[in-house]
């Protein structure tokens, strides 16, 4: 079904990128000028890989899905930051199609959805090193709701307990993700449910949003990826603009709920730069090959 290529999840390993300074340049420059200055205001190169890769994933993802080229993409941002894509899909194929990106430790993904919001959200389980499990947990109290913290709090150990308090960490993230709202939040009153980690729902302000699914996945060494997918009505007022339909007859919006969640794909970074460019790349390394052969 046409509808199921809107939905992708793709991840890039960068701990397995370690571009010299000239190469990153000649990769950001595939990227438009307005998305520079966002990477290269970083210091360190571990943040700068992972805003220029989040951006990569963008552009390459709608490239392939919407077959628009790379220099035609205009990607924006709403006043929460949330970016999302300006284009006139005139064959509503994909009536909503939209992605969120998310990086933390070794990973940036990027997940899209056609029908339905989608949220990502990557966390890197680290163990605190300068305080207890316990303390550093009770700096994070107010984001949860009595029971999601009687639930970390009732870990055996604590390392369960701080895996306990990473996923449902990452499942507001995704969720506060999707609907595209930015820091301050109150999120002691999004409540997760869930059995074992499967079958995942949220109840916000005491009501199910039953139109919305959930996913929970470990991720290499340490690592959590959450993804959300709910109904466009509960983006935020800037999101809800950006998108083409936000009211669905039950039948309709159930197509979009229901579509198969797909594996994430693994990506190099060389998988992300326009085709064109890519090949070109090849010939002049190849001509950089014959010319120090003295031929
Ligand atoms: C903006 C925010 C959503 C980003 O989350 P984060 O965990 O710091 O970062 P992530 O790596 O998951 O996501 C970053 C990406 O999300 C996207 N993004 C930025 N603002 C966004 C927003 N308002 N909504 C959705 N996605 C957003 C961007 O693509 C960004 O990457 P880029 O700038 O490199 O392109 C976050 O700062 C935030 O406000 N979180 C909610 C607040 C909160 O209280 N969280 C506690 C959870 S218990």
Redesign the pocket.
């Given at each position: 079904m046409e509808l199921e290529k809107g939905v992708q999840r793709w991840i890039v390993d960068i701990s397995k990128w370690n571009p010299s300074p000239d190469y990153f340049a000649s990769v950001m420059s595939f990227l438009p000028q307005h998305e520079h200055s966002?990477i290269t205001r970083f210091v360190k190169m571990e943040d700068r890989k992972?805003?220029l890769v989040?951006?990569l994933l963008?552009y390459a993802l709608v490239q392939q899905v919407l077959g628009i080229p790379y220099d035609e993409i205009i990607i924006r941002?709403?006043v929460?930051?949330?970016?999302y894509l300006e284009y006139d899909d005139k064959t509503g194929t994909f009536p909503n199609f939209n992605f969120?990106?998310?990086?933390?430790g070794n990973f940036?993904a990027i997940a899209s959805e056609p029908v339905c919001l989608v949220?990502?959200?990557?966390?890197n389980c680290s163990i605190p090193m300068k305080e207890s499990v316990d303390k550093f947990i009770q700096n994070?109290l107010s984001?949860?709701s009595n029971l999601e913290w009687s639930d970390i709090m009732k870990a055996d150990s604590s390392y369960d307990k701080l895996n306990r308090f990473y996923r449902?960490?990452c499942l507001?993230?995704a969720f506060?993700?999707?609907?595209?709202?930015?820091?301050?939040?109150r999120?002691d009153n999004v409540e997760f449910h869930h059995s074992d980690w499967n079958d995942i729902f949220v109840i916000v302000d005491g009501t199910e949003f039953n139109n919305w699914r959930f996913w929970l996945l470990e991720m290499g060494e340490n690592h959590l990826v959450s993804i959300a997918r709910g109904h466009p009505a509960t983006a935020?007022t800037n999101?809800r603009a950006t998108l083409k339909q936000t009211e669905f007859g039950e039948k309709e919006y159930k197509l979009g709920l229901n579509l198969p969640s797909v594996h994430f794909m693994f990506r190099m970074v060389e998988d992300l730069l326009p085709v064109s460019i890519v090949a070109c790349h090849h010939y002049m390394d190849r001509i950089d090959i014959v010319s120090e052969d003295g031929e």
């Open positions: 966002p992972r805003a989040s951006r963008q941002r709403t929460e930051g949330k970016p969120n990106t998310s990086h933390d940036v949220g990502l959200d990557i966390a994070f984001y949860f449902y960490w507001k993230e506060v993700k999707a609907i595209g709202v930015g820091v301050g939040k999120l935020t999101y």
